[in-house]
Every structure is written in C-alpha cells, then in structure tokens.
C-alpha cells in the first residue's frame, strides 16, 4: 500500500497552470525520482506535499492505509513535518556559522518538549533532554560513515560542498520522517561524488527511509531509482523504470523537441 497517494492535484498562479491533474504514488521504502524540464511542476509538486503551498484541486493522502491516515493538503509545514515528511531544497539552508552537529540539533526541534523557562533555568528535563538530542545528532552524522562525524565540531560554511548537502539531508533525518523529499540533491556535485552519493542515499532506503527525489543529472537517476515519473508542462507525461521512462517518445520530445522524436 502506498505511504502517499496524490490524486488529481492541481495548481494554478494566475493564469499559469503549474500542476494539471496529477495522480501519482509512492511506495514504502522506495526511491521515486521524480524528473523534467525547468518549468514542468516539479518543485511546485514538492511545495504542494511539504505544505508551502495548497492545491487548488485534489488530495494528497499520507499513509492512507496506516493507522493514522492524514489528508495534508490544507496543512501548514510543520505539521507536515509532524505527521513525517520531511524535505531538502535546491539551495543550501544551513546555518552556515553554526556547527554541523548544531545543524542537525536545530532539526529535531520539532520533537522537543522543554520549554524557554526550562532552557534559561537549565531544569533537570532540559538538560537530560539536550543530552539525548547530541546524541541522536551523532547517531545521525554516523549514517554517512566517515564524512560527517569527524567534522561535527566544525562549522557548516568550513565543510566541502558535498558534505553540506549531505549534511542537509542528515538535518531532515533528524524530524524522523517516514518520507523525505529531496530536491535537486546532487546539484554541484562531480561524477566521483555523485556516485558515492547515490550510495549513500540506497543506504538510507535499506535503513527503512522512503525517498522523493527530483533530479536533473540522468546518471543520478539511473543509478539511484527505484522508479522514474517524468513530468511536462505540469503534466505526468511517462512512469516506469529509467530505462522505460528514458526511451518514452513525450519524455524524448519533452526534453529535445518533436524533430527528434521522428529523426
């Protein structure tokens, strides 16, 4: 059964439809790329889930089959967050001066319950609660093995460009979602890197995550999807494996033209 179902969702700003009756799934424990041209909808679809926006037309259903099934699309993004969706975005949010593990603390902040007098008076709860949280943050920083735990004193702006989008993924881990929604991960990054990224990231699907992921480097979604759904224009326009998707003519005319498509 599927952790989220969105049916029929549309958006319109202005007179620009950015999404056209989109109907698509995403299966537990699975690594969905989601890929077209600049201008398809894809962002829109990611601010859509994660509560940034609200559709004009459709739902989008969270664990609709669970135990506690939720229809989110009038939620604001932090209960979002709360019912366990969690995202990155194309461009960098770190807070650049803090340290890395203090970038991971700051996303757990969701899921604490002292309060500001408990911080200032440093009560017995904050302090046990400040202790489990550093060391959820290491439990966190160790998933991606040697690069982030011995750099977690560091501050975010001194850590290489790839470890700061790793760190922008270990940040949305630490909201404990179910679902995690990574826009443009791999954006800057080299081949070499790219490649132990989609390492990284089939390690977080086997630890239990499910990923929505969109992506414009086609080795990236080659190697790293379990399933591809390619959009156009705000329309789905093809759904399959990379290679089914790939070969899809609209996927050929989408991103070539029509003369392509009957060269």
């Known amino acids: 059964m599927p952790l989220l179902q969105v049916c029929r969702l549309s958006k319109w700003f202005g007179g ?7 109907d698509l799934h995403v299966e537990p424990n699975e690594i969905l790329s989601i890929i077209g041209p ?7 679809l990611f ?4 509560g940034i926006y609200q559709p004009d037309e459709g739902d989008i259903l969270f664990n609709p089959s669970g135990r506690a099934p939720a229809n989110i ?3 604001k993004p932090h209960r979002v967050t709360a019912v366990g969706i969690a995202r990155t975005f194309q461009n960098i949010r770190l807070f650049a001066n803090m340290s890395v593990i203090e970038n991971v603390m700051v996303g757990m902040h969701c899921r604490t319950r002292s309060g500001p007098l408990d911080a200032v008076l440093q009560t017995k709860r904050a302090r046990a609660e400040e202790q489990n949280v550093v060391e959820e943050a290491k439990r966190l920083l160790a998933v991606f093995r040697s ?3 011995p750099v977690m004193n560091e501050p975010a702006k001194a850590i290489p460009y790839a470890y700061q989008k790793r760190l922008e993924v270990v940040r949305a881990l630490a909201s404990r979602p179910k679902l995690v929604l990574l826009d443009e991960p791999s954006a800057g990054m080299n081949p070499h890197e790219r490649r132990e990224f989609i390492d990284d990231l089939k390690r977080l699907r086997d630890m239990g995550y499910t990923l929505m992921v969109i992506e414009h480097d086609m080795m990236m979604v080659k190697g790293l ?8 224009y705000g329309r789905k326009i093809a759904e399959g494996s990379f290679e089914e998707v790939r070969a899809n003519e609209l996927v050929i005319e ?5 003369k392509h498509v009957s060269a």
């Open 147 to 149: 690069q982030l735990a």
């Open 254 to 258: 989408a991103y070539l033209g029509k």
């Open 38 to 44: 600049n201008g398809s909808g894809k962002t829109t």
């Open 73 to 75: 699309k009038k939620m």
């Open 16 to 22: 620009l439809k950015a999404l056209d009756q989109i």
């Open 47 to 50: 601010n859509l889930v994660s």
């Open 225 to 232: 999807s379990d399933r591809v759904i390619a959009f156009d």
